[in-house]
């Protein structure tokens, strides 16, 4: 019986002709070359182009994988296989609308199935449909009150906390904690989203019964800090994000809260250390205003002068930054002396003053450290004299003889400079020397990969940029830009089929990076397939229009007339691009010509919120009391 | 005389008749000569005296880096190429302001000229920047379409005088909204009959959208200097259709022109680009994607610089684009484009790509143009025969826009030289300017080719931005042997623009359009000249007229100017 049961499979696949498949931990090679071979002796191998495409899928090769789930249909397999897995690819190709159509299907078609749902509602996520995801989500989870897979309710909390429904996130979170009342994943999503529900309490409960179940959890220790901080209990919250601070030090958040409980205390030195921390990571103008506060309350003067310089160059005020920063620089703390010297030449830099920028520069890096080249160089190359981007050179080489372990970042560099001022001879002579000291570096190889193909006409060139590229995306096999240019050498080497497979990587990896779409159309174009170059470039079409679209308004929003209807139009762009950083900036401009622009203001403060920016949403509400 | 004298007097005046016949006359069929070719510059001696004048007084207003054009035409109708160049001005609105002017000169048929600009009609200020020449009336006089920061002008030849009838003819170009019309800058135009009706019809360039205000501060280290056209949003381009009674109709949106994006356009090249007998256009954008209009029957034209590979460079950045030029260099019947680039871009050479579906392939690396352009920051280019071997050869002129460039880029410099490209059969491109003794620095421009002493090869003009105009004598081209084709239309336009002239000598068969456009803001002569390398006959010549009609023509003797009419033979001239 037992024989029979293994004999069986084993009969069909000899039957049938089909080797076994390779198990689940097996080489994606290895997979491909299986399925490569099965669909070659039988084309209408429905199922081998399914379970190919579903492998493919999940190795991030969209552009493969659509195809073969799209001949999968064309066999007869039935939407049941393919939308599902289809939609997916598509959405990760960012090809919405027909994503869109085969999400609903699969959704429609398996009405029971949470991997359907949660798909669909991520993408409507993905493309900034809130509304409708929250709609989706919501008719599912009613229509299935008897769910209770654990793995299921939990990445359903997580879908309904990305589209900011609190409160059924917060409601299946409880039912999942009913579930596993003792699970420390449960138990932090509840207290989550209990907290976005603003039910302190209740989250206070599910963290105190977290925490002594898991209490190296940073952000556990975090939020409970944030509960007892508003329950008025300081030496509670401090403890707690001392905690969280010593669990992880990289945490700006953390340091954040910390500065600012000591500041409230009065314990402004230890307020002073944590707000200093955190400016220097954060680098905004609020964070720097904050730092220079609490060191001056600390009497500590030379640090809250270069905070305070810091923050008036963040706000365009570089002439003040100046005078300030001058005075930092008189601090006897040789740290504090050349951060402030930096601070000077910031200073000079935006006041356009570039002699005076290199020279306050040239005083801060005396030392001749290797960061202090680096920093010399840097200054130099912003000068862009004639007398300036030798001594860059200079310091640059001085800098990688010093570094070694940075020597391919600091050739790069030496050779780009080399390249611009037309020495390609000496740039390829500086990429190869660092590929002796670090042959494994994906960035240099695809550097002089790309000098030797720029220079390709002659078929030694061809070869090493060939060779050098292929050894880039082994290292670096996420590099977009490296794949591309492994296609292009392909595509020069005459080798279509392989630069056809390369650049279809390019859009697995980046589907937003036109210049794929475009090298992906020559080489369709190329092997003479005409359907798939038309396609490649509708979508590049696209991607062009998109650019020329967002160039022409960059230029009016940013011209010396702009009105504020064009800075409008820039920022609604922006906004519906996805680009919030962006959007926020240009509104903060028409504000700050018309503080009393309803629309703009209301935009803002959704911003604010979206963006974690608490202190400037509550300096916006305040101005409208 | 004893016999002994007789004999080596005889065998002297032999050996010279021999030695006279076999100067300049290869042997039929025989190898192009390999001697190297030099160019002379000339101007002061052959009477030209003009300086391009930009109105700059320090403000750094952009459209002073750019003028201007020039064109080499026979504006009195005597059979030999005469040269008009374009001169910017002071501007306007500064107290003052220097009055400059654009000047025709008349040449004497070897290359001597003499200023005829007043008697000519043509002495007007204006801040010009390119020309077209054709014969929109069909009268046998060429007229001229001069754009301008400003309005345009069209000037109607009668007799070899010029009379303004821009505003009659409603051509001065189409503003911008929200821009003054003293702002309004146009560039590159041509003629080109696009439906086949016989009437030439016009294209014209608009830059960007500019004005002084417009205009802001940029510069580097302190200094200010001229900005870039990022700085600046695109202009629309326009057509115009001749509606055959002295007045145009601005037809940009119902032909498409205005469905695309706008550009920031500079050159035009008109050819076939698709093979349906139709002339397309192609344009130069600056910093932008590069145009290529396809006309669909004369009925419209839809822009797919996008799809055919010819808007952006490899990594789907757009270059700098200005001048642009199209031939066929490899003799193989399709049309390549080369486009003039910044500085650290090199040239582009757009050849069509083999079975690739209507797309071009940008190959200028692989043919040897990248090396020797990448410091250069190209303006006018174009494709010409300069040692009349057969094959195309290219030349480009070179100058910066920013003139404290030197001081922020040690490798780049304001004043650049020229670069002249010997092709090599179709294969390469070899650099030849040093050896041509193009060793000149300027700020290069606009820049045309005519046969300005009638010697069978092609001199060249040149404009220097605010500086003095080149004029270089072609010297030992016509080592090898030519021929030249004026073409003149009946039932087509009189100029014969857009008719497709083949050639077949020595066991290649070459081809050139009759057309308007080409280079930067400047006209190259009308004549057709065909090198013929070591040849003493043309094979045959076959003439494809605007609306297909085909004139095949006999073989015939070579060095010398044909005149073709529609529908009748060849004539010498």
């Not at chain 1, 579903?54 to 039935?78: K, Q, T, V």
Request: with cysteine.
């Amino acid at each position: 019986m037992a024989l029979s049961a293994v004999a069986l499979p084993i009969t069909y696949f000899v039957l049938n002709g089909k080797a076994a498949a390779p198990p689940p931990n097996a080489s994606f090679e290895t997979k491909r070359k299986y399925y490569t071979e099965r669909i070659k002796k039988d084309p209408s191998d429905i199922d081998a182009y399914i379970e190919f495409a579903n492998i493919e899928d999940r190795e991030g090769m969209f552009m493969s994988a659509r195809r073969h789930l799209l001949a999968a249909r064309a066999l007869g397999a039935p939407d049941t296989r393919i939308s599902p897995i289809l939609g997916r690819t598509l959405s990760r190709l960012a090809r919405e609308e027909e994503a869109r159509v085969e999400l609903e299907k699969a959704a429609k078609l398996s009405p029971d199935s949470v991997d359907s749902v949660l798909n669909l509602a991520g993408f409507h996520v993905d493309s900034r449909r809130i509304g409708a995801a929250r709609n989706v989500l919501s008719t599912w989870i009613a229509a299935h009150p008897d769910y209770t897979d654990k793995t299921g309710l939990e990445r359903l909390v997580m879908a309904l906390v990305s589209c900011a429904d609190e409160k059924a996130a917060s409601q299946l979170s409880e039912k999942l904690l009913q579930l596993a009342p003792d699970d420390p994943g449960a138990l932090t999503l509840a207290a989550r989203t209990a907290m976005d529900n603003t039910d302190a309490a209740k989250a206070k409960g599910y963290l105190e019964k977290l925490l002594p179940i898991a209490p190296d959890q940073a952000g556990a220790n975090y939020l409970y800090g944030l509960i007892l901080y508003r329950q008025k209990n300081y030496d509670g919250a401090l403890k707690a994000w001392l905690k969280a601070n010593q669990l992880n030090p990289s945490a700006p958040d953390v340091y954040e809260r910390i500065g600012q409980e000591y500041a409230r205390r009065g314990d402004f030195k230890k307020a002073a250390y944590a707000l200093d921390q955190i400016a220097t990571v954060d680098q905004g103008y609020p964070a720097a205003y904050r730092a220079a506060r609490a060191c001056e309350k600390a009497g500590f003067k030379d640090d809250a002068n270069y905070w305070d310089a810091t923050a008036l160059g963040l706000r365009g005020a570089f002439a003040e930054a100046l005078v300030v920063a001058q005075k930092a620089a008189k601090s006897t703390n040789p740290k504090r002396k050349r951060r402030a010297l930096i601070a000077v030449a910031e200073s000079y830099r935006g006041l356009k003053k570039t002699k005076e920028y290199v020279a306050a520069i040239e005083e801060a890096t005396k030392e001749n450290t290797v960061d202090d080249l680096l920093l010399r160089a840097y200054a130099y190359f912003q000068a862009e004299t004639k007398e300036t981007l030798p001594k860059r050179l200079v310091c640059l080489r001085k800098a990688a003889e010093m570094a070694p372990e940075r020597r391919a970042a600091i050739s790069i560099e030496v050779a780009e400079q080399l390249r611009r001022t037309g020495n390609r001879d000496d740039a390829e002579k500086e990429l190869e020397a660092a590929l002796i000291v670090a042959p494994e570096d994906p960035t240099l190889l695809k550097t002089l990969g790309s000098l030797y193909q720029d220079r390709s006409d002659n078929p030694e060139r061809i070869r090493k940029s060939l060779e050098l590229t292929e050894r880039a995306v082994k290292f670096a096999p996420q590099d977009e830009l490296a794949w591309l240019q492994l296609g292009q050498c392909y595509l020069t080497n005459n080798e279509a089929a392989k630069a056809v497979q390369c650049l279809e990587h390019v859009i697995d990896l980046e589907p937003g990076y036109g210049p794929g779409y475009l090298e992906l159309a020559r080489v369709y174009a190329k092997v003479g397939d005409k359907e798939s170059n038309q396609q490649m470039m509708q979508l590049y079409t696209k991607y062009v229009s998109f650019e020329q679209k967002h160039d022409t308004l960059r230029t009016r929003a940013r011209g010396p007339k702009a009105k504020s209807e064009d800075i409008q139009a820039y920022g609604d762009f922006l906004l519906d691009a996805g680009d919030l950083g962006g959007a926020t900036s240009e509104y903060e401009r028409i504000i700050g010509r018309n503080s009393k622009d309803k629309r703009i203001r209301t935009l803002l403060k959704q911003l604010y919120g979206r963006l974690g920016r608490t202190e400037q949403l509550l300096a916006l509400e305040a101005s409208e009391k | 005389m004893t016999q002994t004298q007789t004999t080596i007097t005889l065998t002297m005046i032999l050996g010279a008749a021999i030695s006279i016949a076999g100067c300049n006359k290869p042997s039929d069929g025989g190898a192009a000569s390999t001697k190297p070719v030099t160019f002379t510059s000339i101007a002061s001696e052959a009477g030209i005296d003009f300086k391009h004048e930009n109105g700059s007084k320090g403000r750094k207003l952009m459209p002073e880096t750019v003028g201007s054009g020039l064109a080499f035409f026979d504006y009195d109708n005597d059979g030999d190429t005469d040269l008009l160049v374009i001169n910017s001005s002071g501007w306007a609105w500064d107290k003052n302001p220097l009055q400059a002017y654009s000047a025709l000169y008349q040449n004497d048929g070897k290359g001597k000229f003499t200023n005829v600009t007043k008697e000519a009609g043509l002495h007007f200020s204006l801040y010009g920047m390119g020309v077209a020449v054709g014969d929109y009336d069909n009268d046998g006089w060429d007229d001229l379409y001069i754009t301008a920061v400003g309005d345009n002008r069209l000037l109607k030849n009668t007799n070899g005088k010029f009379t303004d009838v821009t505003k009659t003819a409603g051509v001065k170009g189409v503003g911008l909204p929200g821009l003054a019309p003293e702002f309004k800058w146009s560039s590159g135009a041509a003629w080109v009959d696009y439906d086949n009706d016989g009437k030439l019809d016009l294209f014209v360039c608009q830059y960007v959208k500019w004005s002084t205000s417009l205009d802001p501060y940029c510069g580097k280290n302190g200094t200010r200097g001229y900005c870039p056209p990022g700085t600046f949003e695109g202009a629309r381009n326009t057509l115009y259709h001749n509606e055959g009674n002295g007045t145009f109709k601005d037809v940009s949106k119902p032909m498409g022109i205005l469905d695309c994006a706008v550009g920031k356009s500079f050159g035009i090249a008109l050819a076939d680009y698709n093979g349906d007998n139709w002339i397309d256009i192609a344009v130069s954008n600056d910093t932008w994607a590069n145009f290529l209009f396809i006309n669909e029957g004369g009925k419209k034209f839809v822009e797919r610089g996008v799809e055919t590979g010819i808007a952006f460079a490899e990594n789907g950045r757009a270059k700098a684009g200005m001048g642009i030029d199209a031939a066929d260099y490899k003799n193989d019947g399709n049309f390549s484009l080369v486009i003039g680039n910044f500085a650290e871009e090199g040239l582009s050479l757009f050849d069509p790509m083999e079975g690739g579906a209507g797309m071009f392939e940008n190959n200028a690396q692989s043919r040897g143009l990248v090396s020797a352009s990448l410091l250069n920051v190209t303006f006018a280019t174009f494709f010409f025969d300069y040692d009349l071997d057969g094959w195309q050869d290219i030349y480009a002129t070179n100058g910066h826009v920013d003139d404290i460039v030197s001081t922020y880029q040690s490798n780049l410099t304001f004043k650049q030289a020229p670069l002249l490209f010997h092709n090599e059969k179709g294969k390469k491109f070899n650099d030849v300017s040093k050896a041509a003794g193009m060793n000149y620095q300027i700020v290069g421009r606009g820049a045309a080719y005519g046969d300005i002493d009638s010697d069978g090869d092609l001199d060249i003009g040149v404009v220097d931005n605010n500086g003095k105009f080149l004029l270089l004598r072609n010297d030992g081209g016509n080592n090898n042997s030519w021929i030249k084709l004026r073409l003149v239309g009946e039932k087509t336009n009189r100029n014969a623009i857009g008719a497709r002239v083949k050639v077949k000598a020595g066991g290649i068969e070459q081809q050139q359009y009759v057309r308007s456009g080409g280079s930067f803001l400047s006209e190259s002569e009308r004549t057709l000249t065909f090198g013929l390398g070591g040849s003493t006959k043309v094979d045959s010549i076959e003439v494809i007229w605007p609306g297909g009609t085909s004139q095949v023509l006999p073989a015939t003797a070579a060095r010398s100017t044909y005149l073709i009419t529609e529908g009748k033979g060849l004539e010498k001239r």
